[in-house]
């Protein structure tokens, strides 16, 4: 449906833009046959009274000249508007090739957005049906269980405002991912964004007894300090899920030409290689190269990473450590 509808859309616009081609051919044709046939009826006119006039008035005869320089006046209108014709053909046909390439061009981008929009839905209701299941399950069960206690009741609703609670996380992911595309940006130190974001993990890191190690020190980048904090928070999170209890976080900066390199290395079991192109796609779960994790998210949080540091004009990667221990994010930003 939607490939037939934009397969139609580029028709009409080629078309559109074919017919706007042809008509400005066609005038200019109309211009030069104009100016042209001035050109040859003047050319073959009236004799003027020169020299060579007078030569061929006096070979041939007004009349048998005139009518000889009428009959070349003629022949040459018939070639130029032969010519023209071959012109404007060749335009016609030309301009119906560039035409839909250039529609094409002009309708891939909202192709594109459409096709990310249709995902994105797509992709986002799948997520919020699983929550609402295991909710409408769980209370059919606890509705038609008779025997039911107390302790009962309140273990459904516990159960169930677990499952409210990773609705409301994913809705504010959500919101987070459609209004970072307008960021204030500017001169944002890294160190206070770094111990913004560490204060902020520092309570989930010490339930598995996990430490961080930061070094971020007094770098000056073009950002927008609330979000990135967010992503520092979001890779910190990510790698305290990852990184099994009693090893150690490392965050680190440093500045390389006009970029400033922010680093968050883990202690993990790394990232399978046939993830890592995919790991900052919207709902990608590389949960099957950490599976001894069991760990269960939605599959957001480094692809808002990602759209952020978009807008910050910067880039984000993913790399495993060697021989295995861990992986390492890197963030580059533009330097202040």
């Known amino acids: 449906m939607k490939q037939s509808l934009f397969h139609s859309a580029t028709l009409q616009l080629t078309a559109w833009y074919t017919l706007i081609l042809f008509m400005i051919s066609l005038l200019f044709s109309l211009v030069?046959?104009?100016?042209?046939?001035?050109?040859?009826?003047?050319?073959?006119?009236?004799?003027?009274?020169?020299?060579?006039s007078r030569l061929y008035d006096t070979q041939f005869g007004d009349d048998v000249f005139q009518t000889w320089r009428e009959q070349r006046?003629?022949?040459?209108?018939?070639?130029?508007?032969?010519?023209?014709?071959?012109?404007?053909?060749?335009?016609?046909?030309?301009?119906?090739?560039g035409s839909y390439f250039l529609a094409r061009r002009t309708l891939q981008p909202v192709e594109a957005a459409l096709e990310s929009q249709t995902r994105f839905s797509s992709d986002a209701a799948?997520?919020?049906?699983?929550?609402?299941?295991?909710?409408?399950?769980?209370?059919?069960?606890?509705?038609?269980?008779?025997?039911?206690?107390a302790a009962d009741h309140r273990a459904l609703l516990r159960s169930s405002l677990d499952e409210v609670e990773r609705m409301h996380t994913l809705t504010d992911r959500l919101l987070l991912l459609a209004n970072?595309?307008?960021?204030?940006?500017?001169?944002t130190s890294l160190e206070s964004v770094a111990i913004e974001a560490v204060?902020?993990?520092?309570?989930?890191?010490?339930?598995?007894?996990?430490?961080i190690e930061n070094t971020v020190g007094s770098i000056t980048v073009i950002g927008n300090s609330e979000s990135l904090t967010d992503v520092l928070v979001i890779?910190?999170?990510?790698?305290?899920k990852y990184s099994p209890a009693k090893t150690r976080i490392g965050l680190r900066a440093h500045v390389k030409g006009h970029q400033a390199i922010l680093e968050v290395r883990d202690a993990g079991p790394?990232?399978?290689?046939?993830?890592?192109?995919?790991?900052?796609?919207?709902?990608?779960?590389?949960?099957?190269?950490?599976?001894?994790?069991?760990?269960?998210?939605?599959g957001l949080g480094l692809s808002i990473a990602k759209q952020i540091i978009d807008v910050h004009h910067g880039h984000i990667s993913a790399r495993n450590n060697s021989k295995n221990k861990g992986a390492t994010f890197t963030?580059?930003?533009?330097?202040?």
Not at 75 to 89: A, D, I, K, P, T
Not at 235 to 240: D, F, P, S
Not at 331 to 336: H, M
């Open 73 to 97: 006046a003629r022949e040459g209108r018939s070639r130029l508007v032969g010519q023209l014709l071959v012109f404007n053909m060749a335009v016609l046909s030309a301009g119906a090739a």
């Open 331 to 336: 963030i580059s930003l533009p330097i202040a």
């Open 32 to 52: 030069v046959y104009q100016i042209s046939s001035r050109e040859l009826q003047r050319g073959f006119g009236p004799p003027r009274s020169n020299e060579v």
């Open 180 to 187: 970072n595309s307008e960021l204030v940006l500017g001169p």
């Open 270 to 298: 790394g990232i399978r290689p046939a993830d890592l192109p995919h790991i900052f796609d919207r709902f990608y779960r590389a949960d099957a190269s950490r599976s001894s994790q069991n760990n269960v998210g939605h």
């Open 126 to 149: 799948h997520e919020l049906r699983t929550p609402l299941t295991i909710m409408q399950s769980e209370i059919e069960v606890g509705l038609r269980n008779k025997k039911a206690t």
């Open 199 to 211: 204060n902020h993990s520092i309570g989930l890191a010490q339930t598995k007894r996990i430490g």
């Open 235 to 240: 890779l910190l999170e990510n790698a305290i």
